[in-house]
């Protein structure tokens, strides 16, 4: 009996024994994860870089005479035409100034018709011989004198009414009033460093952004065109993106390139022009022009199916055997919500999609292919 439940014993042990084994060596299914195999496709990346917005015409409105400031018609910010009188200098002197100028060409005028008299009187005397020729030679030396100092009577007359109309100084263009550091009663001069006021006319905007020159010689291969300024005929629409991350409502349109690159930076400047119809711009506001650049059979990865590891990104591919491998890519644009992949991966490799950050090095996956997956990625 003894020997009966000492069997017993042994035997179940080993049953147990064996039944755990068992469960140890068991191991788990592979994960189920979405697949896609990476194709081709044209597409298009935009590229940002900083802009300084000017008006087509900003300029500064200075005194062209001195005197004091007697009279401001304008306020800052606000929009003046074209003509209208900005500001008043005290025009007293140069009233002053006219009145002598006039009375100097008044005496000129007198001179003329002296000398013109002289001559006449001359003339018949020194035709009957009663009088020396050389009389009627001074007379006439005299008459030209007399109509020189006209002239230059007539030129102080001009010069006088000039400055006179400097007193009031009137709009250049149409636009907006900057700050006006001076105030009434100040005393102004030309060589004034400070300007009365800066005027800006923005119906239309300047968008000025610079170029690297690996970037310029990219940008110039996408259009055709022989010359620079048939490349810029064929140019697209730009986009200019605001400071509260907001686009221009109306886009630009790229209409110069500078002559040279600026030594300093390795950079040139592109100019885009952009409609401004209702004031919402202004002269030094700061954006970010926006521009697309087409790519004809670009290879392009979902942003979600690569994962940032040391300044690296990369992708999980799958071979044959449905195992993973890291593999690191290279990108170089954004399309939406899409990578464009340059080194790395080509067409026609799989890669998992979804449930990359706990995959190991080599780990076999169950692939998961749908159209509904295919139709995620042409929608991105």
């Not at 067409?347 to 996956?365: P, R």
Request: proline fraction near 5%; aromatic fraction near 6%; hydrophobic fraction near 40%.
């Amino acid at each position: 009996m003894k020997n009966i439940i000492l069997t017993s014993l042994v035997l179940a042990v080993v049953l147990v024994g064996c039944s755990g084994k068992t469960e140890t060596q068991a191991a788990p299914p592979p994960p189920t994860l979405p697949v896609y195999a990476i194709q081709s496709a044209n597409t298009t990346t935009d590229s940002e870089y900083p802009a300084s917005i000017q008006g087509t015409v900003d300029v500064e409105i200075r005194p062209q005479v001195s005197g004091n400031l007697e009279k401001i018609y304008v306020d800052e910010g606000a929009f003046v035409s074209k003509g209208q009188p900005l500001f008043k200098i005290n025009e007293q002197p140069f009233r002053e100034q006219l009145n002598n100028a006039l009375a100097s060409l008044h005496g000129a005028e007198a001179a003329l018709i002296n000398a013109q008299l002289e001559i006449d009187k001359l003339t018949p005397l020194v035709q009957n011989k009663v009088v020396s020729e050389y009389q009627l030679k001074t007379a006439k030396a005299s008459h030209r004198i007399a109509t020189a100092n006209l002239d230059q009577a007539k030129a102080m007359v001009a010069s006088a009414k000039i400055n006179l109309g400097y007193a009031t100084i009137t709009a250049p263009v149409s636009g907006y009033i900057g700050r006006l550091p001076k105030k009434q009663g100040s005393l102004v001069s030309a060589t004034d460093i400070e300007p009365l006021t800066k005027l800006s006319d923005v119906h239309e905007v300047y968008a000025y952004f610079s170029l690297g020159e690996s970037d310029f010689i990219n940008f110039k291969a996408q259009y055709a065109g022989n010359t620079i300024d048939d490349k810029i005929k064929k140019l697209p629409p730009v986009t200019l993106i605001l400071a509260d991350n907001n686009a221009h409502t109306q886009t630009g349109k790229i209409d110069m390139v500078d002559g040279q690159f600026d030594k300093n930076t390795g950079a040139i400047t592109l100019r885009a022009t952009f409609p401004n119809a209702n004031g919402t711009l202004r002269s030094g506001n700061t954006g970010r022009i926006r521009l697309g650049i087409q790519h004809d059979a670009a290879i392009l990865v979902p942003q979600s199916a690569t994962i940032e590891m040391q300044d690296k990104v990369f992708v999980f591919t799958v071979d044959k055997q449905n195992k993973v491998t890291k593999a690191p890519i290279t990108i170089i644009g954004k399309s939406g919500t899409n990578y464009l992949i340059k080194d790395g991966v080509k067409t026609g490799d799989q890669i998992v999609l979804s449930g990359i950050d706990k995959l190991q090095e080599g780990q076999a996956i169950q692939p998961e292919k749908s159209n509904k997956i295919a139709q995620v990625i042409n929608k991105k």
